[in-house]
C-alpha cells in the first residue's frame, strides 16, 4: 500500500493558484483548500475534483510512435527518443534548424518554460519557439509595458481589492472563470462592460454591454466624459505622467452621443460608469480576454490603462490598474523564456545586452543564440509551408482546439514531416501526433508556477507518477542528449534548473534572483522582483514611480477601428467566444473529470430569443454557426439578455463542435493576439441524418 501523506500545494487551474492540501488517503487523493491569501479556504467546482484527472482511465502511461500502418504503438523510452532525435536531425539537416518548431504552454511550471526556451535555442538552435500564452495575455503585455515599462498582471496583491470601493471589470468574467477572487469583490460597486450579461455582470451595481468589437469606442468615449466632465486626477497626470494630450486628442472625437451610436451603450451609463470611479475613495480598472482578444487588443487595453491614469489610479495605494491573467502559470510562463521574442527575466532577445548575459550563463557566445522568431499563430499557419517548420514539438498546448481558425491549423499540424506531443493525456491534438510522450502531471512533480499578481508559488510533489511517465524536464535532457549537447546543461531536478533560472533573469524585469525554494518552503511572500537573497519581494510595484527611466507612466494615443470582420448580408451576426465555470481552456484536462463533464457536456450557443425565432431555431435545438472559415455545431440556448445582434459560443469542446472553426487570423499589430472575440457569422438549424 502506497505512503500516506499531505503536501501544500496549488490548484492546477487558472493563475489565482489557489492554495490546496493535496492527500493520498486510502480511497485515493483528496484535496482540500487552504488558507492561502487568494482563496481564503475556498475553491472552485474545477479546484475541488481536480484529483479526478490523476487517474483518468485514458491517461497516457507509454511513450508511443505511429507505425507505418497509420497507428500508435507502445515502445519503450529509448526507441521514442531516438525516433524523435533522428528526425529532428533529419529535418534539421535537410532544411536548417528553422525547420523544427517548439510550441509550449502557459501551464508549463517556470523550470520546464525556462528549459524549453533553452532547449530550442540551443539543441535545436531554432529561432521558431512560441506558446499559448500568445492566445491569452499577449495584448495586455504590450500595453502594460508600453505604460508602465513593466508587465505583471496584477502590480499589487489580489487581496488589495477587497478593500476597494469601486472596480471596473472589462471584457472579464471571474464569477465563472475564477470563482474564489469575487470574495475580494464583495464590498467593491462592479462596473462591467461585457457583451453578455454573465454571472459576473449579474452582480454588477452597472452592467455596460457593447457590441463585440467596440470596446475601444467606448473606453474613448468613457476617458471623453472623464475630462469634459472634470473628473480626471489632474495633479497626478501632470506629476507623475507623459503623453496625456496626444491620448486626449484622439478622444476628443468620441463624444458621448457618437459613442453610444457605435457601441449601443447609452449616454447616461457612460457617464455613471465615470463618476462611480472617480468619486471612488479606492478604485480599480481590471481587464480580461474580452478586451483583449483582439485585431486591436494592445490599443483597447491602453485605452483602458489611459482610463485609469487620468483617474490617477496606477500606482496609487488602494488604487490601480491590473490584467486578469488566466492560464495557472501565464504570468511566469512568459516570462522565461518560451516566447518568440523573450528571454529568461523578460529579456528581448533582440537586446545585445539581454543576449550577452543569457548567453554567459548557458556558456555559449551571444551571436550563438537565434533572433526572434514567429508569433504562436504565425509559427502553426506557417507549418509544413515553403521556408516553414517541417517539425514541430508540442508541450503543454492543445492547438488544434484552441488555435484560431481551428480547421485550417489542423490542416497545417497533418502537413508536417514529424509531429511529438508530451502530454498525459491523448488531447485532440496528440491523437494526430507521430510520437506521444507519456509525462508528469501537476500532483507528480515538483516545481514553482507564478500567479496573476506576481507571486512565485511552490508546487510539491505528492506521488510517484505512472511507471513510464517522465517529467518533461527528463524529456528534454533526454533530447538534447541525442542531439550532441552535454547532458549537464539540461538538468532533470527543478531544483537546480531553477537556481539557473534565478542567475538567467539577474538583472532583467522580472527578476528572480533572490527567491529561492529554501525561502518559498520557509513561507516567504515574495512577488518579483526580487533582486537579493535579503530582499523582500514587491507585492506593490509603482508606488514610487514607474518602470520608465523618467519614473512616470505613458498615456497611449489610441483610436477605435472595426474590428477585421464585420456583419454583412452572408454573415449577419457577430459571434464571441469565451468559457464557462466547469470547463478549462481546451478542455483536454476538464472534459475527461466526470463531475464536470456532467455539468457542462456539450458545447452550446447563446442567441437572443428574437434573432432565433429570425433563423427559425428553437431552444435545446441543434444549430450550425458559419463563418467564412467553416462551420461548428452547437446546442441553442435562448437567453433573452443577449443582444439581437450577437450569439456566444464556449471554445472547450472538440471536434465539430469546436467554437474555433468559425474564428480568423486576424493579428493584431503589436502582440500578434489572434481576434477571438469577434467573428462574423451566420446561424441556422443543423439538420441532422
Request: with cysteine; net charge neutral.
Amino acid at each position: 500500500m502506497p505512503e500516506l501523506r499531505t503536501v501544500a500545494t496549488h490548484c492546477p487551474y487558472c493563475a489565482l493558484q489557489c492554495g490546496t492540501r493535496l492527500s493520498r488517503e486510502r480511497a485515493g487523493v483528496t484535496v482540500r483548500p487552504s488558507d492561502f491569501p487568494v482563496n481564503n479556504g475556498g475553491l472552485c467546482q474545477k479546484g475541488w475534483t481536480a484529483p479526478a484527472l490523476l487517474d483518468t482511465p485514458d491517461r497516457l502511461r507509454n511513450p508511443m510512435v505511429r507505425g507505418t500502418d497509420g497507428s500508435l504503438t507502445a515502445v519503450d523510452w529509448d526507441t521514442a527518443l531516438d525516433v524523435v532525435a533522428g528526425g529532428l536531425r533529419r529535418i534539421r539537416d535537410e532544411h536548417g534548424p528553422d525547420a523544427v518548431g517548439v510550441f509550449g504552454g502557459g501551464g508549463l511550471t517556470n523550470e520546464k518554460a525556462y528549459l524549453l526556451g533553452k532547449f530550442a535555442r540551443l539543441a535545436l538552435r531554432t529561432s521558431q519557439i512560441d506558446y499559448n500564452g500568445r492566445f491569452c495575455m499577449s495584448s495586455a503585455a504590450a500595453a502594460g509595458t508600453a505604460a508602465f515599462g513593466l508587465d505583471r498582471g496584477l502590480p499589487f496583491p489580489v487581496t488589495d481589492l477587497a478593500s476597494a470601493d469601486v472596480v471596473l471589470l472589462a471584457g472579464a468574467n471571474p464569477a465563472e472563470t475564477m470563482p474564489p477572487l469575487m470574495q475580494h469583490l464583495r464590498q467593491a460597486e462592479l462596473v462591467v462592460i461585457d457583451p453578455r450579461t454573465t454571472a459576473t455582470a449579474e452582480q454588477a451595481a452597472l452592467h455596460l454591454q457593447p457590441a463585440p468589437g467596440t470596446d475601444l469606442a467606448l473606453v474613448l468615449g468613457l476617458l471623453h466624459v472623464a475630462v469634459v466632465d472634470g473628473w480626471i486626477d489632474t495633479d497626478y497626470v501632470r506629476t507623475r505622467t507623459t503623453g496625456f494630450d496626444a491620448a486626449w486628442q484622439r478622444a476628443l472625437a468620441w463624444w458621448p452621443e457618437r459613442v453610444e451610436r457605435v457601441t449601443g451603450v447609452a449616454v447616461s451609463a457612460q457617464r455613471t460608469a465615470v463618476r462611480m470611479l472617480a468619486e471612488a475613495g479606492r478604485a480599480y480598472v481590471l481587464t480580461g480576454r474580452g478586451a483583449e482578444q483582439h485585431s486591436k487588443g494592445v490599443d483597447t487595453v491602453a485605452g483602458f490603462v489611459n482610463l485609469a491614469l487620468a483617474l490617477g489610479l496606477p500606482g496609487t495605494e488602494g488604487s490601480g490598474y491590473g490584467c486578469l491573467t488566466g492560464q495557472g502559470n501565464g504570468q511566469g510562463g512568459r516570462e522565461h523564456g518560451q516566447k518568440a521574442d523573450q528571454l529568461p527575466g523578460y529579456r528581448m532577445i533582440t537586446d545585445p545586452a539581454a543576449r550577452e548575459h543569457v548567453a554567459g550563463v548557458w556558456g555559449v557566445p551571444p551571436e550563438s543564440l537565434p533572433g526572434p522568431g514567429r508569433s504562436a499563430y504565425e509559427l502553426l499557419d506557417a507549418l509544413g509551408t515553403d521556408g516553414g517548420p517541417r517539425a514541430l514539438l508540442v508541450f503543454g498546448s492543445n492547438p488544434a482546439v484552441s488555435a484560431p481558425n481551428a480547421g485550417h491549423i489542423t490542416e497545417r499540424l497533418s502537413s508536417l514531416d514529424l509531429l511529438v506531443v508530451a502530454d498525459f493525456v491523448p488531447s485532440e491534438t496528440a491523437r494526430m501526433a507521430d510520437v506521444v510522450l507519456p509525462v508528469t502531471q501537476w500532483a507528480e512533480e515538483d516545481g514553482t508556477m507564478t500567479n496573476l499578481e506576481g507571486r512565485v508559488l511552490r508546487r510539491r510533489r505528492l506521488q510517484v507518477p505512472p511507471r513510464h511517465a517522465r517529467s518533461d524536464l527528463e524529456v528534454l535532457h533526454g533530447l538534447a542528449t541525442r542531439l550532441g549537447e552535454p547532458g549537464h546543461r539540461y538538468p532533470t531536478s527543478p531544483r537546480e534548473v531553477f537556481d539557473e533560472l534565478r542567475r538567467a533573469s539577474r538583472g532583467g524585469r522580472a527578476d528572480y534572483s533572490g527567491i529561492s525554494y529554501e525561502r518559498l518552503d520557509n513561507g516567504e511572500a515574495l512577488h518579483w522582483p526580487c533582486p537579493g537573497p535579503e530582499h523582500p519581494g514587491t507585492p506593490r510595484l509603482f508606488l514610487d514611480g514607474f518602470a520608465h527611466p523618467d519614473g512616470r507612466a505613458r498615456f497611449g494615443a489610441v483610436d477605435h477601428r472595426d474590428p477585421a470582420e464585420t456583419p454583412s448580408e452572408d454573415y449577419p451576426l457577430r459571434a464571441t467566444t469565451g468559457r464557462v465555470l466547469a470547463q478549462y481552456q481546451s478542455g483536454a484536462q476538464t472534459r475527461r473529470v466526470p463531475d464536470l463533464n456532467a455539468a457542462a457536456p456539450e458545447s452550446f450557443v447563446e442567441i437572443h430569443p428574437d434573432t432565433a425565432d429570425r433563423a427559425g431555431l428553437s431552444d435545446g435545438g441543434l444549430a450550425r454557426v458559419s463563418s467564412a472559415r467553416g462551420h461548428t455545431v452547437a446546442r441553442v440556448r435562448l437567453v433573452g439578455t443577449m443582444r439581437t445582434d450577437t450569439v456566444f459560443l464556449p471554445f472547450h469542446f472538440p471536434d465539430q463542435a469546436r467554437a474555433n472553426l468559425i474564428t480568423g487570423d486576424a493579428l493584431d499589430p503589436r502582440s500578434r493576439m489572434p481576434e477571438f472575440k469577434v467573428s462574423a457569422v451566420r446561424i441556422q438549424p443543423e439538420v441532422t441524418r
